[in-house]
């Protein structure tokens, strides 16, 4: 082939076009990133102006609409967006309800909408995620038909994501859980995001109790996997979800043989004040649960001293160290027993204790 | 007999030759074009509000120990812990290892951050030599010092990780400053993974850029050729060359100035090896050892969360730390010699690994086998004048359009350099590679080949950071 292509007599033609097409190619590229420069700068310096104009008009004018110019180009979309974004971040009551009327007043949902159905996926999540970050009721059933058409799974886990803000009753909360069953398990930080966002949106119209009741459905329900009910827990950690409180104790209790659900559940009850399971929890076979329950043991459980002593000797480095920590921190019988370990014939006991107390004393 | 073997030979070499260069020239070109793919979209992805707002979220995060080894680093110590101390981030841990240092580096932290002994039991979970002792910050509490005898970077993080509390650890020079949310940024992924046992940022030139307390206030391109030569390379190897292996799931570098391991899988695969590429060698082992037990598995480069490092600013200085890096390479294939052209690693092996073995490797021996065989061939009349000038255009153009099209991804997208004489004198230094700078790399390519059985890591002279401008 080679030398068919070294022999053709256009060869030097070929060579030269080559080189002259790079070279054509290089120069342009040059320009292009000046002019791309310029642009992007100048386009900067509009959006900010947008986004400050939008916010003050959001904020001090009756009727912002009249205010401001049709946005007409992507980054004028974009600059309204953010700024309405952050004023339905910041403000309730009259100025949340403007916010979202000149979403549709500027037809700024409906651009999303058209760029939801875009032939490029990441664009498509994009505009979901701005959707989303709107909060709008008025965008359920647009999700809910988007989710039914969407081939991509990034496009259609954040179509969930986006529901999960707008979350209101009961039937919400399954068709959600039914979605994520139908998806491959994402991630635990994805889930507890959606099941966060889902205890927010709740709280904020009073229904919290919709939650516990969806948490006692899948509770033992089969088809739901273990680590969605775990990260249902830690969502319930994350939001501070009170009311819940004697679920996760339920929770604690079903879940016997399942460390990751445990932890979760004594973390969850230790941030409510709750320490009724750590006891148990302290004296559980799989290292990771005792040591979640140590890490609140000098709140609750100075009674279980010879116990918490004897895990100074535990076959895990971490339940050791923390177990030393626990008795530091728990007043002076602790500490005296601290010190006798420091001073005791086994060196693992001994250099953990006096660690804590070096700890303690600083 | 002996002619025709000539004969052949000669005509043997112009075919690697050629095809070599267009097969060096069109990888690079896909690469670039993998990477403008993969950044508009993570552009795309990562600045949407959602996304932002779950950067900033405190609820959600992974602890992270961060681990600088220091080895003689008296002169930027103090800035760089500071530094550290001030990222943004929920929970974490700076351990700083002092790897027998013979000047005062242990010293200035001592008095710096009023280090006390601290008895903490360390569990031995990857092999180092001995640590003298521990010492935590009386003012900054999540502040750790590991004094140890010395062993080598390698054998410093090692040491760092048996010490260090979290599940999460991020390596860094000791020269190197990351911007106050780039743990944010790369440690996110984690939580969005489950199958994320390691990433890397985009490391940038730190010289010619202004520092005040500790952070980069404002970006330059250094005065110094070299210095802004290597900001040209750096924007190559990692916005075209990383992003598009990561495209290709072939990444085989994280770079040692800065990483973010997942402890346990570190631990499995015994932590560092002592070498001097222990950064590739890791990472290599890391891809053996999930495919070896079908873990599933990723590792990842990601493009914004930034380091700045200083770079060399003299040339001596420059072909060690680039000898250095070859000698690495070669004794992580080497080590890793089972990952080549073998299936079981699938495209890591087969696309990531012959890579380095084809181009990175045997590249320079082509490359002088090129620069030897034209003035033979020319002299022995089989080689033309045209061919030879129009061969020689095509090259540097292509070779310009390459380093053009790093230039433009970052400029681009993530818009560091914002001056116009920047961007045009990073424009002129890509044609200016191919006269000089390229030939003199590849001729220390080539020592470092001959010598690849060298374990040392030279001494580099550092700048004190609170500094703008060059080699000072």
Same mark, same amino acid.
């Given at each position: ?33 000046? =002019? ?84 490029? =996926? ?17 965008? %359920? ?28 009753? !009961? ?6 859980? %039914? ?104 004296? !559980?076979?799989? =290292? ?9 043991? !000098? ?18 480095? !971490? ?44 | ?26 990888? *690079? ?14 552009? *795309? ?75 903490? +039991? ?8 001995? /640590?003298?002792?521990? *010492? ?29 509390? *979290? ?49 980069? @206030?404002? /970006?330059?391109? +250094? ?20 992003? &598009? ?55 990842? #480069? ?9 770079? +060399? ?85 292509? &070779? ?19 001056? @116009?004489?920047? /961007? ?9 590679? #191919? ?36 080699? @000072?």
């Amino acid at each position: 082939l080679l030398d068919i292509f070294t022999q053709s007599p256009h060869f030097y033609d070929y060579v030269t076009a080559a080189v002259l097409l790079l070279g054509v190619f290089n120069v342009a590229e040059v320009l292009f990133l000046l =002019w791309n420069k310029a642009r992007v700068e100048s386009s900067e310096l509009k959006r900010q102006g947008l986004k400050r104009l939008a916010s003050t008009a959001l904020i001090t004018a009756t009727d912002p609409a009249a205010l401001l110019p049709r946005p007409a180009k992507e980054e004028e979309f974009a600059a309204y967006s953010e700024a309405i974004a952050s004023v339905l971040d910041s403000f309730e009551g009259e100025i949340a309800v403007k916010a979202a009327q000149l979403i549709s007043d500027l037809g700024i949902d409906d651009h999303y909408r058209r760029l939801a159905r875009h032939r490029v =996926w990441y664009k498509r999540g994009n505009a979901i995620d701005i959707l989303s970050s709107f909060k709008l009721k008025s965008n %359920r059933e647009f999700f809910l038909a988007v989710f039914r058409s969407e081939t991509s799974l990034d496009v259609r886990y954040r179509i969930i994501y986006g529901l999960s803000r707008l979350a209101r009753e !009961h039937a919400d909360i399954r068709a959600l859980a %039914r979605m994520l069953s139908g998806l491959p398990y994402l991630t635990a930080k994805y889930t507890e995001d959606i099941f966060y966002n889902i205890i927010t949106a709740l709280k904020a119209t009073g229904s919290e109790a919709e939650f516990g009741i969806f948490m006692r459905e899948i509770m033992n329900d089969k088809t739901v996997l273990n680590l969605v009910k775990r990260d249902c827990i830690t969502a319930c950690y994350a939001a501070a979800c009170e009311k819940g409180r004697g679920l996760l104790k339920e929770y604690y209790a079903a879940f016997p043989d399942e460390p990751e659900i445990l932890i979760a559940a004594v973390k969850a009850l230790a941030r409510m004040g709750d320490f009724s399971v750590t006891p148990a929890a302290i004296r !559980h076979p799989d =290292w990771r649960v005792r040591l979640a329950a140590l890490k609140y043991a !000098h709140l609750c459980c100075m009674d279980m001293l010879p116990e918490i002593r004897a895990l100074l000797r535990d076959p895990s480095y !971490h339940v050791r160290l923390n177990a030393a920590l626990a008795l530091a921190k728990g007043g002076e019988k602790g500490l005296a027993a601290l010190r006798q370990e420091a001073a005791g014939p086994d060196a693992f006991a001994a250099s953990t204790a006096a660690y804590a107390l070096s700890q303690e004393a600083a | 007999v002996k002619l025709f073997l000539l004969w052949a030979a000669v005509h043997a070499s112009q075919y690697v030759l050629f095809l070599y260069f267009l097969a060096i020239n069109s990888v *690079y070109t896909a690469l670039i074009l993998l990477a403008l793919r993969d950044i508009v979209r993570h552009a *795309y992805l990562t600045t949407s509000r959602v996304a932002r707002r779950q950067l900033a979220s405190e609820f959600y995060f992974k602890p992270v120990s961060v681990i600088v080894p220091a080895h003689n680093e008296a002169a930027v110590i103090i800035q760089s812990v500071q530094a550290l101390l001030n990222l943004h981030y929920p929970e974490f841990e700076v351990i700083v290892v002092n790897d027998g240092s013979t000047d005062d580096t242990l010293e200035r932290l001592r008095r710096e951050f009023g280090l006390l002994p601290s008895v903490k +039991p360390v569990r031995l979970q990857v092999p180092h030599e001995a /640590i003298r002792g521990v *010492y935590r910050s009386e003012a900054y509490r999540h502040l750790i010092v590991v004094d140890k005898v010395n062993g080598g970077k390698a054998d410093a993080i090692n040491a760092g990780v048996n010490v260090s509390s *979290y599940p999460l650890f991020c390596s860094i020079d000791a020269d190197s400053l990351l911007e106050p949310d780039a743990l944010l940024k790369s440690s996110k992924l984690f939580l969005e993974d489950d199958e994320l046992i390691a990433t890397g940022g985009i490391i940038r030139i730190l010289n010619g850029c202004k520092v005040q307390d500790g952070a980069v @206030t404002e /970006i330059g391109l +250094p005065r110094g050729f070299l210095e802004a030569m290597q900001v040209l390379e750096y924007t190559r190897a990692f916005l075209s060359g990383r992003t &598009g292996w990561n495209a290709l799931k072939s990444l085989l570098i994280i770079s040692g100035a800065f990483g973010v391991f997942r402890k346990d899988m570190v631990v499995a695969v015994n932590g560092y090896r002592k070498t001097v590429g222990e950064d590739m060698d890791l990472v290599m082992r890391l891809h053996r050892h999930c495919r070896d037990r079908a873990i599933p598995y990723k590792i990842l #480069f990601v493009p914004d969360p930034v380091c700045w490092t200083q770079a +060399p600013f003299k040339l001596g200085m420059l072909l060690k730390q680039r000898n250095r890096w070859h000698r690495g390479m070669i004794d992580a294939l080497l080590t890793n010699r089972a990952m080549i052209l073998n299936r079981k690693y699938g495209a890591t092996s087969l696309i990531g690994v012959s890579y380095f073995v084809f181009v990175e490797l045997l590249g320079p021996l082509i490359e002088l086998l090129g620069y030897l065989s034209v003035p033979v061939l020319y002299f022995t009349g089989l080689l033309s004048g045209r061919f030879f000038v129009m061969l020689l255009l095509l090259a540097v153009f292509w &070779g310009i359009s390459i380093n053009i099209g790093a230039v433009f991804l970052d400029i681009y997208n993530f818009r560091r350099y914002k001056k @116009t004489s920047d /961007i045009l004198r990073l424009c002129v230094l890509s044609a200016a590679e #191919f006269f000089g700078y390229r030939q003199l790399m590849l001729l220390e390519r080539l020592r470092a080949t001959v010598t690849f059985r060298k374990k040392d890591w030279g001494i580099q002279d550092r700048q004190i950071l609170e500094d703008k401008g060059t080699a @000072t």
